[in-house]
């Protein structure tokens, strides 16, 4: 120990450029990560989902909005949508909007909207559209 502080007294530019350099490279790293959602921001996704509403009625040609959450050890995230359809076309319409399924009536009826994310998540929704007065 004596040997390594003595060392260190008669260099001090040397200590003081190991330093900086240890310091500069500690910088890039974390600067690289923050970067890097997948390095050090990755939620752990659980497998669940849910989809909100997971029932809902409306009137020919209103729209309505489903939002569709992945369980993580962060809470309930939104998640990347790569599919929202409705299993009868003539009673609704759906389309993606950012991690939201927006489902527009066309006609009178129930139908189910499935969503389907990364990650092998899928999940469904009742539509009911009615005619006339809304219900």
């Not at 569709?68 to 949508?81: C, D, I, Q």
Request: charged share 15%; aromatic share 2%; glycine share 8%.
């Amino acid at each position: 120990m004596f040997i390594l502080r003595m060392t260190m007294q008669n260099q001090p530019r040397r200590v003081s450029a190991l330093r900086a350099t240890a310091a500069a490279m500690l910088l890039v790293t974390v600067l690289d990560a923050c970067g890097r959602d997948d390095v050090l921001l990755d939620p752990v996704v659980s497998g669940t989902a849910t989809i909100t509403p997971p029932s809902k009625s409306m009137i020919v040609g209103d729209s309505a909005t489903f939002e569709v959450r992945a369980g993580s050890n962060r809470g309930a995230l939104p998640v990347t949508l790569v599919a929202c359809t409705v299993r009868e076309s003539t009673i609704a319409t759906a389309t993606i909007r950012g991690s939201d399924c927006v489902v527009r009536g066309v006609g009178p009826g129930t139908t189910v909207l499935d969503a389907s994310a990364v990650r092998g998540i899928s999940v469904s929704a009742r539509v009911i559209v009615v005619g006339g007065v809304s219900p």
